[in-house]
């Protein structure tokens, strides 16, 4: 069973709060996981960044949310407890706790103006004024945590320049792409400095580049580098032509890189008995994106939580 919404946690977790007693956040999350049938992978499930599981971060928010509705308070430390409006809120019964349920508070309110610019507001309003309001409200009501909508959003612009990185490759000359290869490699840390990388590396094939690399910077072992600035997938037959290309070098090692992606039987084939890597269009644009080649930096955003060891007054 996949994670649910956050919103799908503000009832159930006011419900177990609503004997008035002090619980540890960590048995909260338990008992959620318990009640909406959560196994071991579905709580395991990580955001895109790979920093958080998604279920903490859902059951964050949505205790975060009851508390700006002061329905719920944190008496001390990774510890919740049900408010006096929390519990007249239970005993009415409600059949669903979300955002539009809690903005009938002002504290809500307020903070949700707080956290969102005029400019914002208006945008989204001349946006919305076009839509049904059956697209009006799933526009405005996404049931995502704002962690998880800031990083889609990050997601999204990052497919959107690796595919706008992939174009501009394909239109540049094959000495280019030589040229591109090798600065790639040599930011992920192959090939010494960009001199030796450069010698190693510039024996022009068939529009891309041949030759090897030094896997470290000592020298310690070789890498054989081949690579097909393409447009349409590579077959099987490219990457056994390529793998007897490393015996007839007596290596052991290459790597196979292409503008376009590699078809199942080219992907299947890999030998055993070599260590060879594919890296499809797809992936090239990524480690690009990763490792500063071929795209500068527009704005940065660091993203900080409370520390709770500078509080702790104990």
């Avoid at 004997?19 to 071991?40: P, T």
């Avoid at 407890?81 to 809120?89: F, L, S």
């Avoid at 501009?168 to 040229?179: A, D, G, L």
């Avoid at 594919?278 to 500068?296: K, P, Y």
Wanted: aromatic share 8%; glycine share 8%; with cysteine.
């Amino acid at each position: 069973m996949a994670v649910p919404g956050f919103q799908s946690f503000m009832l159930p977790l006011l419900n177990i709060l609503r004997d008035g007693k002090e619980h540890n956040l960590d048995g909260v999350r338990e008992l959620l996981a318990s009640q909406f049938h959560l196994n071991e992978k579905d709580r395991n499930e990580l955001l895109p960044s790979g920093r958080n599981f998604v279920f903490n971060d859902r059951v964050h928010w949505a205790q975060a949310y009851l508390k700006k509705a002061l329905l719920l308070e944190n008496p001390s430390r990774a510890k919740l407890r049900i408010t006096k409006r929390g519990q007249d809120v239970l005993s009415s019964n409600p059949i669903v706790i979300d955002r539009e349920f809690l903005r009938r508070f002002p504290e809500f309110i307020a903070f949700e103006e707080s956290s969102t610019s005029k400019t914002n507001k208006q945008q989204r309003h001349e946006e919305s004024g076009q839509r049904t309001d059956k697209l009006e409200k799933k526009f405005e009501e996404p049931d995502q945590t704002p962690e998880e909508l800031l990083e889609s959003s990050y997601q999204k612009l990052r497919r959107d320049l690796a595919q706008e990185l992939l174009e501009r490759i394909k239109q540049c000359s094959p000495r280019f792409f030589e040229n591109l290869v090798v600065d790639l490699l040599v930011a992920m840390g192959y090939g010494g400095s960009r001199k030796d990388a450069g010698q190693a590396i510039g024996q022009s094939g068939d529009e891309g580049v041949d030759g090897i690399i030094k896997e470290d910077k000592l020298g310690l072992d070789i890498v054989y580098i081949q690579a097909k600035r393409w447009e349409g997938p590579v077959g099987r037959p490219t990457v056994q032509s390529f793998s007897g290309s490393l015996d007839g070098q007596r290596a052991k090692k290459g790597v196979l890189i292409t503008t376009s992606r590699f078809s199942q039987e080219a992907l299947d084939y890999v030998p055993g008995e070599k260590k060879i890597v594919l890296i499809n269009g797809e992936q090239l644009a990524q480690f690009m994106i990763d490792h500063g080649i071929g795209v500068t930096e527009v704005a940065s955003y660091v993203v900080k939580k409370i520390d709770s060891d500078y509080f702790d007054e104990d």
